[in-house]
């Protein structure tokens, strides 16, 4: 019953916000904390989607609450939910129907993995969002601003993706390089796991086998391709922030291989190895700049290659700058590519 109500709502996101608009007109009733005035709350509900109705005369709102309370988490083991695990995917996705105090409760307490968190905490830096010339004479040019978001001070490394997805599948093996060999599909799945055990919305969905961004979501996610270029400037206004053998590996003095990240300057912003070491994908479809003054621009709406950002290892001086990209299929990968974790901030977390 479970497994299928979870893959009921993923597909059919709508049945959800019907099923949050039921809770939330129930959640309006004060329930005490009594088993006695718990059974009396077990009044039929009918949304007539027969699986989500099966599901409510099963396990009834009262038992989705003890779940969500943490001093009550013994309770959610007798509720009918194979493990912790599926309990927690649950949680994350009925969330957003609790009220606000709740929800805190259920972020900070109930999903978010402790040990991700404080790995996190000190890499995620905020970026105050700006205007900037996009691009050269040689690439274009576009008077571009973008809004506030989050970066990671380095690439994604090959140990936090074996804490994400349980495998590496680098070539060049070292727990604080970064992971490469790594297509756009799996970043955008790290993102989306990653997001999952911190109890984050996902900033993607997958739909027919094409995957869409979620523009509201808090999730982790790739950077846009202007978002790349604004942070790796820097407020910098030439072809790099810095004097490349000080603060990027490429081909004159990586040895032919990746290093492990932060070994290099930062940029001003406490950016490291953003030009060099590992191309980054970008959110962003391949294809021409936009013309005038653009703002958050997400690129074209489809195509055939990804924006790879940043040069690497084994590229020239002359593929290491702030301007410069690539575009590869997101199904490719290379010893050579790896990507960067970003978040939106303006929204409520």
């Known amino acids: 019953l479970l497994p299928n109500l979870y893959r009921q709502l993923e597909n059919y996101p709508h049945h959800l916000i019907k099923l949050q608009r039921i809770i939330r007109q129930l959640g309006k009733t004060k329930i005490e904390k009594t088993e006695e005035d718990r059974d009396k709350f077990h009044e039929p509900t009918k949304t007539n989607i027969p699986l989500i109705d099966r599901w409510l005369e099963e396990l009834h709102l009262s038992k989705l609450e003890a779940i969500l309370r943490p001093q009550e988490r013994e309770l959610a083991q007798d509720k009918g939910f194979a493990d912790e695990e599926e309990v927690k995917r649950y949680v994350f996705m009925l969330a957003p129907a609790l009220n606000p105090e709740t929800r805190t409760k259920v972020a900070n307490d109930e999903i978010r993995d402790p040990s991700l968190a404080e790995e996190l905490k000190g890499r995620m830096v905020k970026i105050a969002g700006g205007t900037f010339?996009?691009?050269?004479?040689?690439?274009?040019?576009?008077?571009?601003?973008?809004?506030?978001?989050?970066?990671?001070?380095?690439p994604v490394t090959q140990s936090l993706y074996y804490k994400v997805i349980g495998?590496?599948?680098?070539?060049?093996?070292?727990?604080?390089?970064?992971?490469?060999?790594?297509?756009?599909?799996?970043?955008?799945k790290f993102c989306n796991n990653l997001s999952e055990k911190m109890g984050y919305k996902f900033a993607y969905a997958t739909k027919g086998g094409k995957v869409e961004r979620i523009n509201d979501a808090n999730g982790f996610r790739l950077l846009t391709e202007a978002e790349w270029e604004y942070a790796c400037r820097a407020g910098s206004k030439g072809e790099r922030h810095g004097d490349l053998d000080s603060i990027a590996w490429y081909d004159k003095n990586s040895g032919g291989e990746t290093h492990g990240v932060g070994q290099k300057d930062p940029n001003k912003w406490g950016l490291y190895d953003i030009?060099?070491?590992?191309?980054?994908?970008?959110?962003?479809?391949?294809?021409?700049?936009?013309?005038?003054?653009?703002?958050?621009?997400?690129?074209?709406?489809?195509?055939?290659?990804?924006?790879?950002?940043?040069g690497s290892w084994g590229r020239s001086a002359s593929f290491c700058r702030s301007a410069i990209r690539g575009g590869i299929s997101p199904d490719g990968c290379d010893g050579d590519i790896g990507f960067r974790l970003s978040r939106s901030v303006s929204i409520d977390t």
């Not at 495998?167 to 955008?188: L, R």
């Not at 030009?275 to 294809?287: A, F, I, K, M, T």
């Open 133 to 154: 010339t996009m691009g050269d004479k040689e690439e274009g040019e576009v008077e571009t601003t973008v809004s506030d978001f989050e970066i990671d001070k380095y």
């Open 275 to 310: 030009l060099g070491n590992v191309w980054e994908w970008c959110q962003d479809w391949y294809g021409d700049y936009p013309s005038g003054h653009v703002k958050d621009p997400p690129g074209p709406s489809s195509g055939s290659f990804r924006v790879i950002r940043g």
């Open 167 to 188: 495998k590496n599948p680098s070539h060049f093996k070292g727990d604080d390089k970064p992971v490469e060999h790594v297509s756009w599909f799996d970043a955008v």
